[in-house]
């Protein structure tokens, strides 16, 4: 039996009032084998308050004067299990709610890809963690083929030696060591440039070339996931003149999925 509660959705913008900003989603699960009274007898006189742990987040937040949101969600836990010391495990997980700087003072909100971060935590330390950057969309307008797939009497797709290529894209990994991290945005950055110079033969060839070189250049990393959905519009009209020139609209709603985990 796994008995948890917690928070979740909590928001959180820490600013120095001066020039700093870091906007973040936050949810806290507790788990602990003391928290069955309130399960099976109704008795909640070791139950903190969900409300509590909102409120105890956005204290302990203010303290925090890192910029990164792993470090924030590991001093949330390890707080939280010196506060409630009937608290066996706790799990914090977190999003970026991104901001682009415009000026010294001035920020303007991102709806972009973004940051993401779990750790579960126990007084030992850290028990695991994954590190993520979520909702990547990138779009290739030529270097992508898919031919030569298995055919058989349901089959209609024809082979393409050169297309447009549009992926959503998640990607998540695990470090070595929590304390010697890879900054989300250099592993975006990486995926993309891939993406740029590599020419794929298919979304499975392409996320695993992403994620060889990513273990190759980041030796931090100790594994790495890809969540793909292929979003590749559909063709609306051909020029005449030429063939390359065309216009495309949004697909129907089915859409291919990929996935893939590489360890070191």
């Known amino acids: 039996m796994t008995i948890s509660y917690g928070k979740e959705a909590v928001s959180v913008y820490r600013t120095d009032g001066v020039r700093s900003l870091l ?44 910029d ?27 999003r970026e ?20 971060a779990e750790v579960t935590m126990d007084r030992s330390g850290i028990l695991d963690h994954r590190c993520g950057r979520l909702a990547i969309q990138l779009l290739k307008i030529t270097g992508n083929s898919f031919t030569r797939f298995a055919r058989d009497g349901y089959t209609t797709l024809p082979d393409t030696v050169d297309r447009p290529l549009f992926v959503h894209l998640d990607v998540w990994w695990r470090h070595t060591a929590f304390e010697r991290r890879v ?18 033969k298919s979304i499975q060839h392409l996320v695993h070339e992403m994620g060889r070189r990513l273990l190759t250049d980041h030796e931090q990393l100790a594994e790495i996931e890809f969540d ?12 005449e003149a030429d063939e390359r020139v065309k216009v495309y609209t ?9 996935t893939l985990t590489l360890n070191r």
């Open 250 to 258: 949004d697909p129907r709603p089915p859409y291919g999925r990929i």
């Open 97 to 116: 709610l991104p901001f682009a700087r415009e000026s010294d003072v001035l920020f303007r909100r991102l709806h972009d890809d973004h940051g993401a």
């Open 183 to 200: 900054a989300s945005t250099r592993v975006r950055d990486s995926i993309a440039a891939t993406f740029d110079a590599f020419v794929s």
């Open 68 to 94: 990164d949101l792993e470090g924030l969600l590991a001093l949330l836990g390890e707080r939280f299990l010196s506060t409630y010391g009937h608290v066996e495990r706790v799990a914090v997980r977190g």
């Open 23 to 66: 906007g973040a989603e936050v949810a806290i699960e507790v788990f602990g084998e003391n928290f069955m009274p309130a399960y099976s007898e109704g008795d909640n006189s070791l139950v903190v308050p969900t409300d509590t742990m909102k409120n105890f987040v956005h204290a302990n937040a203010l303290d925090y004067e890192g």
């Open 228 to 239: 793909a959905e292929n979003r590749l519009w559909d063709t609306a009209r051909v020029s």
